[in-house]
C-alpha cells in the first residue's frame, strides 16, 4: 500500500537462488584492466511485459505463479553459456578484485507492490548487475537470451569469457633497411641573435 510520503510497500514473498543448470568447474577469470579501474556499481533496469495471451483453446494458461516459473526456468537455461554471471567477484591475493566462477547462482526474488500491479496482468521483471562482471552490451546479449530461453528458442548469441582475447598485442617490428628510405632528420643549430644595428638583411 501507498503511504502520503509517496512510498510504497514492497512485499517479498518468495527469495530463492537459480543456478545454472548444469554442474561446472569452479574457476578464476581476471577482470580487464578498464573493469580494475571502475568501482563496485550496480546497474538496474526494469522491464514491463504484458501478460501473454491465453492457449488456443481459450483457457487461461499464464497465471502469475507459471509466468515466474518459466522465467526462473529460462534463467537456469540462459546461465549455462553465461557461467560468468553465476559467480561472484572476490579479492585475490594481491587484493584485485576477480570473476570467480562457482555457479553461486543469481538471487531472484518474487515481490509485490502496489505501483506494479499492471491491470492487463502483466508483469515488471527488475534486474540489477555488477558492471564489473558485464557492461550494457553484454547485459543486454543475456537479457535476450533469457527471453529466447523462456521462448524456446535457440540461442541467438553465444557468448565468449575468453580472457586471451584481452591480451596486449605484441609490439610491431620493422626491417632496418627501412631507415635508408627515407631521410633522416637532424637538430639544427639555434639562429644566430642580430646585432644592434646590424642589417636584418646581410
Not at 93 to 99: R, V
Not at 171 to 198: N, R, T, W
Amino acid at each position: 500500500m501507498s503511504s502520503s510520503g509517496g512510498e510504497f510497500m514492497v512485499t517479498v514473498r518468495r527469495k530463492e537462488v537459480v543456478a545454472t543448470m548444469l554442474p561446472m568447474q569452479k574457476h578464476w577469470l581476471p577482470l580487464s584492466n578498464l573493469d580494475l579501474l571502475l568501482p563496485p556499481i550496480n546497474v538496474g533496469v526494469f522491464f514491463c511485459y504484458k501478460k501473454p495471451r491465453g492457449s488456443a483453446s481459450g483457457g487461461d494458461d499464464f497465471t502469475f505463479g507459471s509466468m515466474v516459473r518459466v522465467l526462473k526456468e529460462a534463467m537456469a537455461q540462459a546461465l549455462v553459456p553465461y557461467y560468468a554471471f553465476a559467480g561472484e567477484v572476490l579479492s585475490n591475493s594481491l587484493g584485485e578484485a576477480e570473476l570467480l566462477c562457482n555457479n553461486r547462482g543469481v538471487d531472484f526474488l518474487e515481490a509485490y507492490a502496489d505501483v506494479t500491479e499492471l491491470k492487463c496482468g502483466g508483469i515488471v521483471v527488475a534486474c540489477t548487475f555488477d558492471h564489473r562482471i558485464a557492461d550494457a552490451y553484454s547485459t543486454n546479449m543475456f537479457l535476450v537470451s533469457w527471453a529466447e530461453m523462456a521462448q524456446s528458442k535457440p540461442l541467438s548469441v553465444i557468448p565468449s569469457f575468453r580472457r586471451s582475447l584481452l591480451n596486449p598485442r605484441r609490439p610491431g617490428s620493422y626491417a632496418p633497411s627501412l631507415d635508408q628510405m627515407y631521410v633522416p632528420i637532424s637538430a639544427l643549430p639555434p639562429p644566430k641573435v642580430p646585432q644592434p644595428g646590424a642589417d636584418p638583411l646581410s
